[in-house]
């Protein structure tokens, strides 16, 4: 479903974010990105939804050449793709449910749909109690759970997780990464990238290891050798 | 729709402030064709009192001085001469100034009339006094003592240029103005557009249509507009009831107010036209420069 045909993305002489990368992801997989700080975790997931451009190779979407997407376009693309960051990136003035209500208004969606999906999928993450409060209102490992109820209201095919866990403390990474796994169970493919060993090697499933822009070992239930 | 109004109320200052600047531009804009349409009745009712006044010596026997006045008549480029007695002129002359007792004293005083008969004529056309003048000129009939037309004519050019050139200067001005206006306005919303770029950033990060991201600034920036010109047409109404019975002292044939009514609608849709158009296009070159959506 996701296809990097030997993708690189060189900045100047000296640095390559990525070498020669090729991967697959199929549809349902969970698969962690693991590297060091540098290593082209999150070059590899902005290539994914455009934010930069292969200096080299192509990135498909099931089937469809990402680079091809006309600019106008390019919206709906992203829309198909949820994306979780390390900074939660809400929108301080609008409350949790404000929040992902906005990705949906973004796409168009009825204000019915809006009403009824909104509610559904915060408590999917478990914040059904806290749907008013605003980001100021809600601690760290509540965000990321506002911020990943957004990703999926619009019911993408594919989670992107750059770093979720890293500003949260290890219950509260343990619960996102619960919230995670489940969202997988329902269907939905989750690439996640972190340096987080803990996390890697308690999950037990497909691990990317990449080094330096190169994928150094991938592996079906992989561990995070440091 | 919602999220453009909620752009303008969200920076009220500066959105106050930006209406202003927009409507001053209208407003300069407006007084420039209240001034276009002043300068054209001042003109037009100083041509229509061009005239040509012949003074005839006191002494000049009236028949000589009715000859006179049929050699003009016959003139086709002459409309109609009209030919005041020195009886006629002393008559009006006392009924003009009754109440100034100094004059009445002093012509008592003087028994005899000191006015002169004269002859006025209008031409058919402004253009043709210099013809007609220069026909009494070269005719040199001795009765005549003085042609008094020369100094008019002159003011008349004179004040022509002068209106051409202010108008020219007017539209300068105007065009200066709306740029002006189109820059503050582009200013604000590009400063709107600042603020809320981290808002903007997770727009489009999660999927938001280019249109769904521009709309709202457009449509403050019409709001903008909007405003404006409602504001000046408003502003407007008093000010010209308030300014055209002064204006009349000096130009009795303009009543700046009653202008502003007739022509009102069409004042007042012109005034929301340009502001609109003002804030749009402003609104879109600020969108386009700064969000490379």
Redesign the interface.
């Known amino acids: 479903m996701i296809f990097f045909d030997n993708v690189s993305k060189i900045y100047n002489h000296h640095s390559a974010a990525l070498k020669n990368v090729t991967l697959r992801f199929q549809p349902k997989e969970f698969v962690s990105l693991v590297g060091s700080s540098g290593a082209g975790k999150t070059t590899l997931l902005k290539l994914l939804?455009r934010e930069e451009e292969p200096s080299e190779g192509t990135v498909f979407l099931d089937g469809t050449e990402v680079s091809s997407v006309l600019s106008?376009d390019l919206?709906?693309?992203?829309?198909r793709i949820g994306?979780v960051f390390q900074d939660y990136?809400?929108?301080p003035t609008k409350s949790a449910a404000e929040n992902v209500a906005?990705?949906m208004?973004?796409?168009?969606k009825l204000d019915e749909e809006i009403a009824e999906d909104v509610p559904q999928v915060l408590e999917l993450v478990g914040l059904a109690d806290k749907m008013d409060n605003f980001p100021h209102q809600l601690s760290a490992g509540e965000k990321q759970r506002v911020a990943i109820a957004?990703a999926l209201v619009?019911r993408p095919d594919v989670i992107l997780a750059d770093e979720p866990t890293a500003n949260l403390d290890p219950i509260n990474t343990r619960e996102i990464i619960k919230l995670l796994h489940k969202i997988n169970g329902l269907g939905t493919t989750v690439i996640l990238a972190t340096h987080d060993k803990e996390v890697v090697n308690a999950i037990e499933k497909r691990v990317v290891a990449l080094e330096r822009g190169e994928v150094v070992s991938d592996e079906e239930h992989g561990k995070y050798l440091a | 729709m919602r999220a453009g109004w909620l752009g303008l109320r969200r920076n009220a200052w500066l959105s106050t402030a930006t209406i202003a600047i927009m409507a001053l531009v209208l407003f300069v804009m407006g007084g420039l064709v209240f001034l276009g349409a002043l300068s054209n009745t001042v003109l037009r009712s100083l041509e229509s009192k061009i005239d040509i006044s012949v003074y005839f010596t006191s002494d000049a026997p009236e028949q000589d001085i009715l000859a006179v006045k049929h050699d003009v008549e016959v003139r086709p480029d002459v409309k109609e001469v009209s030919y005041v007695s020195r009886d006629a002129a002393l008559a009006s002359f006392r009924e003009r100034h009754k109440e100034n007792v100094l004059i009445v004293g002093a012509l008592d005083e003087l028994g005899d009339n000191p006015l002169q008969a004269s002859i006025n004529i209008k031409a058919a056309d402004s253009s043709q006094y210099g013809a007609i003048s220069d026909f009494l000129a070269e005719k040199k009939y001795p009765i005549v003592s003085k042609i008094n037309y020369f100094e008019n004519q002159e003011v008349i050019n004179r004040l022509s240029s002068i209106v051409g050139t202010v108008r020219g200067a007017g539209a300068l001005l105007t065009i200066f103005l709306a740029f002006v206006a189109v820059l503050v306005a582009f200013n604000t919303i590009r400063m709107a557009i600042y603020t809320v770029r981290?808002?903007i950033?997770?727009?489009?990060?999660?999927?938001?249509?280019?249109w769904?991201i521009r709309g709202p600034f457009l449509i403050t920036g019409l709001l903008y507009g909007g405003a404006a010109g409602a504001l000046v047409t408003l502003a407007f109404f008093p000010l010209t009831w308030m300014i055209a019975p002064k204006l009349m002292i000096l130009v009795p044939d303009f009543n700046l107010f009653r202008y502003f009514i007739t022509n009102g609608l069409q004042f007042f849709l012109i005034m929301l036209a340009a502001g609109i158009a003002l804030g749009v296009i402003s609104s879109l070159i600020a969108v386009r420069r700064y969000l490379e959506v």
């Not at chain 1, 919206?75 to 829309?79: A, D, E, G, I, T």
């Not at chain 2, 950033?201 to 280019?210: D, K």
Request: no cysteine.
């Open positions: 939804i106008k919206h709906r693309l992203r829309r994306t990136k809400l929108l906005f990705a208004e973004a796409a168009g957004r619009n | 981290e808002e950033n997770i727009m489009r990060l999660v999927g938001a249509s280019s769904f």
